[in-house]
């Protein structure tokens, strides 16, 4: 389980770190300058996102070893996981969004980050299984 929490913490690296895909359109649409994202990035935000991050994974995992009989069916169970449970969270946020600040692309950039996230865990998973 560790190490597929922290792959799923990299990935939220890869996407969301200034330097990273999209942490830039990120911080932008969230209203924030890249100079000041210290407050977003810092040590406290990050240890939160980390104890989530590892939560949400054991979550995964339970059903995985519930329900996953082969690697593809990892995949298929984790991606039913984002259409049923993530996604439709997301996208009630956008729809609720009543001051209008999370955008569409927002929604895309965090439902893509999710889903990647919920695959490298799988995939670390079927590899260790």
């Given at each position: ?7 799923r913490?990299a990935?939220?690296?890869i ?8 942490g ?43 329900y ?6 990892v995949?298929?169970i984790?991606?039913?996981i ?14 609720y ?8 692309q927002l ?13 490298a ?9």
């Amino acid at each position: 389980m560790a190490l597929a929490s922290l792959a799923r913490f990299a990935i939220g690296g890869i996407w969301y770190m200034p330097k990273g895909l999209f942490g830039k359109k990120w911080l932008e649409l969230q209203g924030v300058d890249a100079s000041a994202s210290s407050a977003i990035m810092g040590k406290k935000p990050m240890a939160y996102g980390f104890a989530t991050t590892i939560v949400s994974t054991y979550v995964l995992l339970l059903f995985l070893s519930n329900y996953a009989r082969s690697a593809p069916h990892v995949l298929l169970i984790t991606f039913l996981i984002w259409v049923g449970f993530v996604l439709p969270m997301l996208l009630q946020r956008k729809v609720y969004d009543v001051n209008g600040s999370y955008s569409w692309q927002l929604l895309w950039i965090d439902s893509s980050y999710e889903l990647a996230g919920l695959f490298a865990a799988a995939i670390v998973v079927a590899l260790l299984a």
